[in-house]
């Protein structure tokens, strides 16, 4: 065994930059393999692992994006009434500051009814949650280092103990961790919004109707599509009545218990298209793989004809393959494992990882070493795979012959395909960093301002000094949503007086009167804000109105929505603020006044020419330490980094991904070209014998193989224009653009060209007489 | 007395061959038979189907039809591990292009028939494989390298090679196809010199100077034996 070991060890030794790139390709692609699978594992948990009940679960909620500040809700008794519907539970999600043991904590409360313990199923020993209570969880208890005797909650004004401690199965509900179980009348109590004597009646009617998510059991007849549609007339029903309300809603029904049902939809979502990647990486790697060791294979196949010749049985000579193998995949297994735990490792502590997958997802040690396990097998199977086909031919009137018409149709299939993976993969990439690009080489913000966050953890309202409202500061500007951050217009407006015109989409901002003079920003045409005036920028205007003279919009009135007594008129426009980076700010905006805002309840943004002293903000807003908090944002570029920085990142991913599949690709072809060559080789010397020039033969075999080349660039054109909406509307990509279109056409063909190139020089470097004399 | 039984013995033994045109037929019913100690050489027009037999009798291939005893066993009804074994510890078999591996030395190519040669245990392998190599003169050359050898040395390694495991049958296709006249002659000689002392030899042959040379000649045309 010793012997044999040391042959395979020794036979690698001759092509070590080759064997380094191959066992460093594997080891990687075992660990992506391994983060995937467990996501995939992760995310099939459909329910808590302590809920008993095993009937099917559905989740209802909102496609709401997370914008519980505008109220946009409306609690779902009416799934109750939907068909096939067995039981029923209500539940809220917040995350809050709250009060433990006289401490502020940030906490993640989930407020339950009567019927949501019941409803998911639990023990005998947890009998007490039908009394109701406050109930901690082991989670919480270890985070802050609690004892369970008198720990105490403040709710409101009154201070109430946590009754009972769920043990810690109770951890994890779907992908998150809870801390609190509270009952759900304390809701309110905690969701200060939209209160306070200077509310509007549609503030306080959407206090009244918080914002919630329903569980619903449900019988083997239930039809989910119909369920989705019949809550979803209801809604809509209910808006049309209540039109102050805005109640736009999508209702979406995910299968199974999630906290986030969006999310998990958005989730699985991105491991599709991470599955996608993986399974293409996997078909190049393995593709390139078995190309080298059939060429390896074929390059022994004189010597296994031999080793038959002497009486080796195929099983010994299956054994002594394999054994060579073992430093190979000894190295494999060990690149495999570290790969796989530094991947997890910064995946896990990555911002990319945070924002899609959330912050705790339960990881198997046992399905990840399946995982590792599983690809080590695949490595050792296509490792013998052509050894084994050479032993089963290797009768000495077969191993004269080259190979079949089948298997070279076979591998014509084989390299066309890998040429077509390769095109979608490189422009895949390629196209992100264009567009990223694009984005980047306009994406100079000229803004010199300091960001800061100021967050209420109370329900009284911050009292701004006026002087900042009207901008009478010149050093600050005041407003209520952050100036850097994704928009997304869900604000309906219309014009007065114009019938034709459609309802238009916008977001709002409400700002400080200096706030456009502060930031620099430019005006196409001046106007001063005012209670009732709005400023609007570009992107909307341009929605407005098709005309080109924007000016026409000034003095225009018109009202929003869900508010439709209050009438707004147009006193200015303002270029796009970079919300979002330059590139990326084309969003239909609308800036209104402060002043009518009245009190803020929850946080406000400042910005400052200069570093402004943090307890002179504080001071001035009248603020104290205990309960108020100041977070900085740094400057707007900062504020953009931080932004965008999923998306780089993933860039930064994706290119690494592309520029490995292109290296393996150079490889993979070179090596599929040398085993090719070989089975042909008695034919290539013929034609050498026979007076064929060198460099005919290589052009000859060059056209043949650009040929193969063209037919799978032609596929590959095809299908990304006719997929170009598909990718656009998936992931906000357009890979149909001309520049990584052609950049990656010439990069495989030039791939191609180089390896193709290489290996015929090679060949036809040999001995006219050694390429005519028969194997074995 | 009774005549001995021949170590080999063909019967009636066809092969054939499909191909596009339909089926080739390369032998048809030889009979053949080889006694122990003798030196058979097998001659014929190129495409006879000599190297064809050789093949079926040094197991490399199978007969389409028709018996073939080797060492009174009939190998038809054997099993691919039986045949194996039979190839390894019956048969040595002596290549027209020496057919060494270039990446193990001299000895370590010698010794490769013992490796799956069960009964022989390691420690034994390196005097058996320099045992062989004096047999042919090169035991000085044992740590070489094959691409280190002239072409004659180089066979001669294989000739070493093909005796280790002491087989009843050598069998040798076109031995001196790749050599010169004076390598030539000095592998004659050493074959010759190995059947006299009792291993049996059975060779396919174009040179009639080396065919002359054996007890025997066998001619095959148009797959027949004549």
Known sequence: MWQDIQFGWRCWQHQRLRWLFLVIAWGIFSALAVIVVQLAWSLSDDRPKWANNTSTLYTVGYSLQQQLMTAKGIHLDTAQSTPRVTGYSKYALMSQQIKINGSEHKVSVLFYDSAFFDLLGVDEQFAFVDQGGIFGTNYLRDRLNLTSANTTITLGKSQSPITHWFPKEFDSLSNKFIDLYLPLEFFSTLNPFFTGANATETQVMLNSLPFYFGL???????????????????????????????LDTNISLVGGVELFPQQRQELTRQLIILSIILIAFAFVLFSNYFSVMAAMALTRKQELSLKFALGAPNQVQLLHLFRENIPMLSLVFIVGLL?????????????????????????????????????????????LLPMLNLLVNSHFSRTKAGLSKRQQQLNYLQFGTQILLTL?????ALASAYQEWLNQRTDTVDMTVQGHKITRTDNRAFSIPSAWLLGQNKQLTVSDSPLIKKHFPELKIQLLGDTESDTIFTDKMSVANNFFSLLNAKFIHSGVLSPGSVI?????????????????????QFTVENDPEQIFTIAGIVENLPHAGVNLSEVPMLYTSMQQLGALHAEIYIYTASSWPDNNLLAQLDLTNEWGKLEQLGDVEQQLIELNKSRRGLLLITLQIALFIFVMLTIGVLYQLKAMLMAEQRTLGLQLALGQHKSQLIIHKLLHKLSLCLISIVIFISASWLCTSSFKELIGLDIWQIPSILTSIVLVLFSVVFASTLTLKTSTKKNIQQLLTAAV | MSEPIPLIQLTSLSKTFNSKAGQLSVLRDIDLAVNRGESVAIVGKSGSGKSTLLSII????????????????EVTTLSHYQTSILRNQNIGWVFQNFNLVSSLTVQKNVEMPLRYNKNISKSDYQNMALTQLKLVGLEDKAQSYPDQLSGGQQQRVAIARALISNPDVLLCDEPTGNLDSENSDQIINLLLKLNQNGTTLLMVTHDMNLAQRCRRVIEIKDGTVI
């Open chain 1, 424 to 428: 979608f993969a490189i422009n895949f």
């Open chain 2, 58 to 73: 040094g197991l490399l291939d199978d007969a389409s039809s028709g018996a073939y005893h080797l060492c009174d066993t």
């Open chain 1, 216 to 246: 619903i059991a449900v019988d083997e007849q239930f039809n989910p599509d119909v369920a989705t549609a019949t809550m979803q007339s209801q809604v809509d029903e209910l808006g049309n009545i209540q039109v102050n309300l805005n």
């Open chain 1, 536 to 556: 609007i920028n570009q992107a909307l205007a341009k929605n407005l109105t098709s005309n080109t003279d924007l000016s026409q919009l000034i003095n225009k």
């Open chain 1, 339 to 383: 790969s796989a735990l530094s991947i997890q490792n910064f995946l896990l502590n990555s911002d990319i990882y945070q924002k899609y997958f959330g912050e705790n997802i339960p990881f198997s040690w046992s399905l990840w070493a399946a995982v590792l396990i599983s690809c080590l097998l695949a490595i050792t199977f296509i490792s």
